[in-house]
């Protein structure tokens, strides 16, 4: 009688959390749902009954427009965003891997330091502040006003986060592995490139989607960066673009339009690889 009790209260609760979250996930999705249904509205509907949350009498002729646009040229800048996160991904992917492992193997002069300066600087926003200095020093270069000049500023940063979990996720493996690969010859790239970057699997497809994530829908920087550059604008710029165009000032039907084709690429992203999030996050958090 107890056990059937005990089980009963189990499946009353795991009931009660399983609708509180379903509840959350729907508040969560309702800004995303609107977006998908208000791009099938006309611009009439849209400024007339802005609250309707279905479109009364749906139509493509939003994408149509949008596609059209010779300020909206779609197949242009999902070029331009998709060669800028590739690129800005996989720059992120070595060096965080690289400083990640150096950080949790190996000793150096001034290394507690420069960690304790990283893990303050996660904490502090600096805004807008970077973005003048950033922009001069890529002049420097005459890359002022292309993505190229962007792709620089984040092949050179620092993915502060990217680091502390690779470091996290190295230091959960054995240290045997290290000694075993120092004993046959290895020298550290060798340990590094042969042993220990294949090992790091979860983890780095974890930072790929979060680093793919954030470039895709970064939008100050590339506005910046390509402001006399329409032809070098990256989707999400390209979006907001659309609204100061003669078709789209006040249609809002094509700036949600817009913004669904731009969230087709993010979401083929996260359902190849929505499975190593929570696994990688978990691994590389056990120790710190």
């Not at 949600?256 to 978990?282: D, E, Q, R, T």
Request: hydrophobic fraction near 50%; aromatic fraction near 12%.
């Amino acid at each position: 009688m107890m056990i059937m009790s005990m089980k009963k209260r189990k499946l009353i609760g795991n009931l009660i959390i399983t609708v509180f979250l379903s509840i959350i996930a729907f508040i969560v999705l309702i800004p995303l749902l609107y977006t998908v249904f208000g791009s099938f509205k006309s611009n009439a509907e849209m400024l007339a009954h802005p609250e309707y949350f279905f479109p009364k009498q749906p139509t493509l002729e939003n994408y149509k427009i949008a596609l059209k646009s010779q300020d909206f040229n779609i197949p242009r800048m999902t070029w331009n965003s998709l060669y800028y996160s590739v690129i800005c991904t996989l720059a992120t992917l070595v060096t965080s891997s690289m400083a990640g492992y150096v950080f949790a193997r190996h000793t150096f002069p001034g290394k507690k330091v420069i960690l304790v300066t990283l893990t303050a600087m996660m904490f502090i926003v600096l805004g807008g502040i970077t973005i003048y200095p950033q922009f001069e020093i890529v002049n420097l270069f005459n890359l002022g006003n292309s993505l190229w000049g962007l792709i620089l500023i984040k092949i050179f940063g620092i993915n502060i986060v990217g680091i502390m979990l690779i470091k996290s996720y190295v230091t959960t493996l054995p240290l045997a592995l290290d000694e075993s690969a120092e004993i046959d010859g290895c020298n550290f790239f060798q340990t590094y490139y042969k042993i220990i970057l294949p090992l790091l699997t979860p983890i780095l497809a974890t930072l790929c989607i979060l680093s793919f994530n954030g470039t895709w829908n970064d939008y100050i920087l590339p506005s910046i960066f390509t402001m006399s550059r329409p032809d070098q604008r990256p989707l999400i710029a390209g979006v907001i673009a659309l609204k100061n165009t003669d078709e789209g000032a006040v249609s809002w039907n094509l700036m949600l339009a817009g913004s669904v084709v731009s969230l087709v690429p993010v979401l083929i992203v996260y359902v190849f690889g929505n499975k190593y999030i929570v696994s990688g996050l978990s691994a590389g958090a056990v120790k710190g």
